[in-house]
């Protein structure tokens, strides 16, 4: 905000570790220009998903594979997708946050949990569901973006590589503590989306639940905290 000239919310929302569309969502909902949120966040999970599994091959080797088989079963993926829906209406009804990723993703966890479910979904889900993702925060570019475009990539490119030097060093002290696997405590600390490091995570043989869960905590913090602290911000003078 002070180096490039952005307003609060665009700077704000730009520059928090959370998911990519859900983001752009609160920051248009706060003010913010969608084509810099969108393209400060992409940035930042571009860098991740590029350099996180490039520094594992060359510090960490190959290490131990840990292999997730996941079968597809139709019958409940007929009951979760009508269920996530009604759970997404629900949540959008009570005006929560990203409802058709919270909604779904609350059902699907809370019935893998109760019914101990080892399933996924079918070949080409998870790409289309990329698909959608980029081309929806595609949608936001314009031309006047790129006018003021090397400034403002520049600096969210410093911040994305502090806030990664950061969760490398909580991931190291969590496998301190914890004894985890390294690779996947990191993994699951990384700034990037769910979905993204979910992937990488499957890519690279490993634990993706624990992933995914680290990265479901973190987003659901960023989620729930960071319009309450904008607005918060808001209310004091520049």
Request: charged letters at 10%; aromatic letters at 12%; proline letters at 6%.
């Given at each position: 905000?002070?180096?490039?000239?952005?307003?609060?919310?665009?700077?704000?929302?730009?520059?928090?570790?959370?998911?990519?569309?859900?983001?752009?969502?609160?920051?248009?909902?706060?003010?913010?220009?969608?084509?810099?949120?969108?393209?400060?966040?992409?940035?930042?999970?571009?860098?991740?998903?590029?350099?996180?599994?490039?520094?594992?091959?060359?510090?960490?080797?190959?290490?131990?594979?840990?292999?997730?088989?996941?079968?597809?079963?139709?019958?409940?993926?007929?009951?979760?997708?009508?269920?996530?829906?009604?759970?997404?209406?629900?949540?959008?009804?009570?005006?929560?946050?990203?409802?058709?990723?919270?909604?779904?993703?609350?059902?699907?966890?809370?019935?893998?949990?109760?019914?101990?479910?080892?399933?996924?979904?079918?070949?080409?889900?998870?790409?289309?569901?990329?698909?959608?993702?980029?081309?929806?925060?595609?949608?936001?570019?314009?031309?006047?973006?790129?006018?003021?475009?090397?400034?403002?990539?520049?600096?969210?490119?410093?911040?994305?590589?502090?806030?990664?030097l950061i969760a490398t060093l909580a991931a190291l002290a969590l496998s301190a503590v914890t004894?985890?696997?390294?690779?996947?405590?990191?993994?699951?600390?990384?700034?990037?989306?769910?979905?993204?490091?979910?992937?990488?995570?499957?890519?690279?043989?490993?634990?993706?639940?624990?992933?995914?869960?680290?990265?479901?905590?973190?987003?659901?913090?960023?989620?729930?905290?960071?319009?309450?602290?904008?607005?918060?911000?808001?209310?004091?003078?520049?």
């Open positions: 905000m002070r180096r490039t000239g952005e307003d609060r919310a665009t700077a704000f929302f730009s520059s928090m570790p959370g998911g990519s569309g859900e983001m752009v969502n609160l920051g248009a909902r706060n003010g913010a220009v969608s084509s810099r949120v969108a393209a400060g966040q992409s940035l930042r999970v571009l860098v991740v998903v590029l350099c996180v599994p490039a520094a594992f091959k060359y510090l960490l080797g190959d290490g131990a594979p840990v292999f997730h088989p996941a079968a597809v079963s139709w019958w409940w993926l007929a009951l979760l997708f009508p269920a996530g829906a009604l759970a997404a209406w629900v949540w959008e009804f009570l005006r929560q946050p990203n409802p058709w990723l919270f909604g779904p993703l609350l059902v699907s966890a809370a019935v893998s949990i109760g019914w101990d479910l080892h399933i996924g979904l079918p070949d080409g889900g998870s790409q289309i569901g990329q698909w959608l993702i980029g081309s929806g925060l595609g949608c936001h570019f314009n031309r006047q973006f790129f006018r003021r475009a090397p400034s403002f990539m520049g600096r969210t490119l410093i911040a994305t590589v502090l806030t990664m004894h985890l696997d390294l690779r996947s405590l990191t993994l699951g600390m990384m700034p990037g989306g769910i979905a993204e490091m979910s992937l990488t995570a499957e890519t690279l043989q490993l634990s993706v639940p624990l992933v995914t869960a680290m990265q479901v905590m973190r987003l659901l913090f960023v989620l729930f905290l960071a319009e309450p602290l904008f607005k918060y911000w808001n209310r004091t003078p520049d």
